[in-house]
């Protein structure tokens, strides 16, 4: 049935942008990252800010991340997605021009504690009003090549934003440059959301029925073969990279060096992410896309048990960090592509926001266990034990997707895009 949000005037034709444009507007998402966690974090202790207090600016930024699905229904509900990406834009860039502003102190500690959760509310629903607007842009056939140009602009943003902010702190003008270029580089992102046209939703129409939309969406994503499938590619422990988060303090295990770990898991690992989430996202748009994410998890797996059996030397500790990086790009991207495919015209914000959201809680869980794993059995046993959950998630993916038959499902596609 049609929804009255899904209505649109005769004649109109929705035109979308071609996939590597995504990568252009969800790069703002990266540099605000990498700006934060890196240039910021590593200039503020040379100030003579304690770690602990780096640590929870940090947290702060990232904080809006688990709250995402409440920015959903306010996108979903008012303003058109465009209109949303260029208001939290200029909002982040303002923060971002704050930053470059106040001092780096102890004593600013309350301003920066202010602007950091505000640059991470901003950035956020940035990049779920850009989810929004390929949803209603974006034919199904092709949101698998969108997924990994997304991908590619969150974590190439995050080297860039921090490399590039650190370079230019250290060598071209302190922390006000770096700030600045940064924000100057977001609002050249801003300029391909100038050409989506996404169709307009019905005037008049109450807010109490905008809401109610935006739970019967929850609801078909809850009760259909499809949206079960999505959660469950968001919620299971497979292709989450934890056991990655851990390897610089267990590198002495392969006899790496300081400056190998610090090439190696910082922009090498950066670089070899991008060509896995092209090749994922692009994957997906030509065959099932969750089968791409099942066969990716068990790559994901295979990679971790291999790096555990492998010869533990220095040059095998780069290859296989690089290995694993390429196949969790590969895997992120397909996870992605779930998600997208489930997206419909109604209330794609919020949905997607849910999924992205509950993302987050297995990685977490992951890094606890590891980190109660390693100490006990060792590097090999740390990584030999996320590659099992990964291997038993696909399983339990796998049997739940053969006994639930897809006679059950419910087709949500997107209004169509213009070539």
Not at 141 to 159: H, I, N, S, T
Not at 208 to 219: G, K, Q
Not at 302 to 329: I, Y
């Amino acid at each position: 049935m049609t929804d009255a949000l899904d209505r649109v005037a005769d004649g109109f034709v929705p035109r979308g942008l071609a996939p590597f444009w995504y990568f252009v507007l969800y790069l703002p998402v990266g540099l605000a990252n990498g700006f934060v966690t890196v240039t910021l974090g590593y200039l503020m202790v040379h100030h003579g800010v304690s770690v602990a207090a780096v640590a929870a600016l940090v947290a702060l930024y990232n904080l809006p991340t688990t709250w995402k699905f409440a920015i959903g229904p306010v996108l979903d509900t008012s303003l058109s997605p465009p209109r949303w990406f260029l208001i939290n834009q200029a909002m982040a860039i303002g923060a971002m021009a704050a930053l470059a502003l106040t001092p780096l102190s102890m004593a600013d500690m309350p301003l920066l504690s202010g602007l950091a959760p505000a640059l991470g509310v901003a950035i956020n629903a940035g990049g779920s009003a850009v989810t929004a607007a390929m949803a209603l842009t974006t034919p199904n056939e092709r949101r698998g090549a969108v997924a990994g140009w997304m991908q590619c602009g969150q974590l190439g943003g995050v080297g860039l934003g921090g490399g590039l902010g650190l370079w230019l702190a250290e060598h071209a003008g302190g922390q006000l440059t770096a700030a600045l270029a940064l924000a100057g580089l977001s609002a050249a992102c801003c300029l391909p959301i100038f050409w989506l046209r996404v169709p307009p939703r019905l005037a008049g129409l109450a807010v109490s029925r905008r809401l109610l939309n935006v739970l019967e969406a929850l609801w078909d994503l809850a009760k259909t073969r499809g949206g079960v499938l999505a959660i469950l590619a968001n919620v299971l422990p497979a292709s989450l990279g934890a056991a990655g988060q851990l390897l610089s303090t267990v590198a002495g295990d392969w006899h790496a060096s300081a400056d190998l770990v610090a090439l190696v898991l910082g922009a090498v690992t950066g670089i070899a992410n991008l060509p896995g989430c092209v090749l994922g996202g692009y994957l997906c748009d030509l065959f099932p896309r969750r089968t791409v994410y099942i066969l990716s998890a068990l790559a994901c797996a295979l990679g971790e048990a291999a790096m555990a059996f492998g010869p533990h030397t220095p040059s095998f500790f780069a290859v296989f960090v690089v290995l694993n990086a390429v196949l969790l790009g590969l895997s992120w991207a397909a996870v992605a592509a779930v998600i997208f495919e489930q997206l419909g015209a109604k209330a794609a914000a919020t949905v997607a926001a849910v999924l992205s959201s509950i993302s987050n809680l297995p990685v977490v869980v992951m890094v606890a266990i590891l980190g109660g794993v390693q100490p006990k059995h060792g590097s090999s046993g740390m990584l030999l034990t996320e590659a099992a959950f990964g291997v038993a998630s696909v399983v339990v993916y796998v049997a739940i997707a053969w006994l639930w038959k897809p006679g059950a499902a419910v087709n949500l596609q997107a209004a169509p895009a213009a070539a």
